[in-house]
């Protein structure tokens, strides 16, 4: 089975700060990587698929990049309102795997 | 506007059946898969297994084949999930979720239900 990795597991930044996250799959997945957004207590929410493709409504302050295994989102400015747990997801063949999630808080 | 809406908390013994559903509105029930994800307290997310509304047919996540039963009733646009002897470790919040593409069993989710928490103690 194909495992997903994320970095760091929590992280604290600035209003404003550019802030990284990155997923790892253990063998490659080609693109077929989303990112989902959960809020305290809030339904998961759709992000990005096809690794880069920003779901509609979704902020531009949101990006994803990467292929194969290594893959990452990015929030070009953080604003409150994105304090949240994000999970990565391969799903690719016919077992679809969350990432163990990474905690964002306001600093 | 498209809405998944699913059946209120359960609290349950160990040993015991339960079913929850997950009732779609707002789209072509028939022509996009359903998933089930488990969200153990303070856990992450869990994909269990999705169904195809249009003829029921699944795929399981081998941690959860054997132990849940995911089916649908096209007729009255509900999925479910279903469990035929409850565990405590079964204690967790319950998502249905959308796949975002027709037809596509390999999509990801754009639309989630609510949650149902199910609660086994005894």
């Known amino acids: 089975d194909i495992q997903m990795t994320q970095s760091p597991s929590s992280l604290s930044a600035s209003v404003g700060d550019r802030v990284t996250i990155t997923c790892r799959a253990s063998?490659?997945?080609?693109?077929?990587l989303a990112w989902y957004q959960q809020k305290p207590g809030k339904v998961p929410k759709l992000l990005i698929y096809?690794?880069?493709t920003l779901q509609s409504g979704v902020p531009s302050r949101f990006s994803g990049s990467g292929s194969g295994t290594d893959f990452t989102l990015t929030i070009s400015s953080l604003q409150p309102e994105d304090v949240a747990t994000y999970y990565c997801?391969?799903?690719?063949?016919?077992?679809?795997?969350f990432g163990p999630g990474t905690k964002v808080d306001i600093k | 506007e498209v809405q998944l809406v699913q059946s209120g908390a359960e609290v349950k013994k160990p040993g015991e059946s339960l079913r929850i559903s997950c009732k779609g509105s707002?789209?072509?029930?028939?022509?996009?898969?359903i998933s089930w994800v488990r969200q153990m307290p303070g856990k992450g997310l869990e994909w269990m297994g999705r169904?195809?509304?249009?003829?029921?047919?699944?795929n399981y996540s081998p941690s959860f084949q054997g132990h849940v039963t995911i089916s649908a009733d096209k007729s009255i646009s509900t999925a479910y999930l279903q469990w035929s002897s409850l565990k405590a470790s079964d204690t967790a919040m319950y998502y249905c979720?959308?796949?975002?593409?027709?037809?596509?069993?390999?999509?990801?989710?754009?639309?989630w239900g609510q949650g149902t928490l199910v609660t086994v103690s005894s």
């Open positions: 979720a959308r796949h975002l593409f027709p037809g596509d069993s390999n999509s990801q989710f754009d639309y």
């Open positions: 707002g789209y072509s029930f028939t022509s996009y898969w």
């Open positions: 169904i195809d509304p249009s003829d029921s047919y699944t």
């Open positions: 063998q490659g997945i080609s693109n077929y």
């Open positions: 096809a690794a880069s």
């Open positions: 997801q391969k799903y690719n063949s016919a077992l679809f795997t």
